[in-house]
Each structure stands twice: as C-alpha cells, then as structure tokens.
C-alpha cells in the first residue's frame, strides 16, 4: 500500500503560480512511476504529467507543455508539480498517483496507477 497526500492547492490569479507536493508514505516511493492528473467540474480526470522512476524521464500533456514541471525527490518520498503561467482553464482538483512502469519509463494511462491521493483544488481566477 502507498498512501499519497497532495498540498498546495489554492485560489490564485491568471499568470500565477503554484507548487503543489504529493507526500508519499508506506511502500518504497522510488518504486513507484508518479503522475499528476486533474479533473475539472463536469469533465472527466485527464492526465497531466508523469516522471519515471529514474526521475529521467517525463511527460507532459500538450496543454502545459512549457508551463507545468514534473519533479520528485526520492530521498523524501514527494513528487511535485510545479505549475506556472496559471489560466482559468487549469482550475481543477490535481491528484498524484503512483503507478507501475519500467525503471525509466513513464505512463499516462490512469489504469496503471494503482494508488490515489486525496485531490488538491487549484482555482484561477481571471
């Protein structure tokens, strides 16, 4: 079992910034590929980012390509989303989730991640 904890969400303006920590306890993080996905009122959870294992490699969805970054810290079990130039359209509940891929390999099929957060809620204002 891991047990993953998002923070870091909140209300801030267009062009904001936030940086939201997924806290990961029981199993062993390193493990474990991580992945952000979001899911915004009336629309179905979408994938968003994803960082292996070997933290080499990630992969983003095109609409924040250039805007969001992936990052984790296996020594202290916490990935994290850096999220820049914030719109009104990235207001969502962020999860983290930990998945099952090769060592340096990344997926951003929701079916491989087995373990869920709680969710943390972004809101941009314009």
């Known amino acids: 079992q891991v047990q993953l904890l998002e923070s870091g969400g909140g209300l801030v303006q267009a062009g904001g910034s936030l940086r939201l920590s997924c806290a990961a306890s029981?199993?062993?993080?390193?493990?474990?590929?991580m992945g952000w996905f979001r899911q915004a009122p009336g629309k179905d959870r979408e994938f968003v980012a994803a960082?292996?294992?070997?933290?080499?490699?990630?992969y983003y969805v095109d609409s924040v390509k250039g805007r969001f970054t992936i990052s984790r810290d296996n020594a202290k079990n916490t990935a994290y989303l850096q999220i820049n130039s914030l719109k009104p359209e990235d207001t969502a509940v962020y999860y983290c989730?930990?998945?099952?891929?090769?060592?340096?390999?990344?997926?951003?099929?929701?079916?491989?991640?087995?373990?869920w957060g709680q969710g943390t809620q972004v809101t941009v204002s314009s």
């Open positions: 989730a930990a998945g099952t891929a090769a060592y340096s390999r990344v997926t951003t099929d929701m079916r491989d991640y087995a373990y």
């Open positions: 029981g199993r062993t993080f390193s493990d474990y590929t």
């Open positions: 960082i292996s294992r070997s933290r080499t490699n990630t």
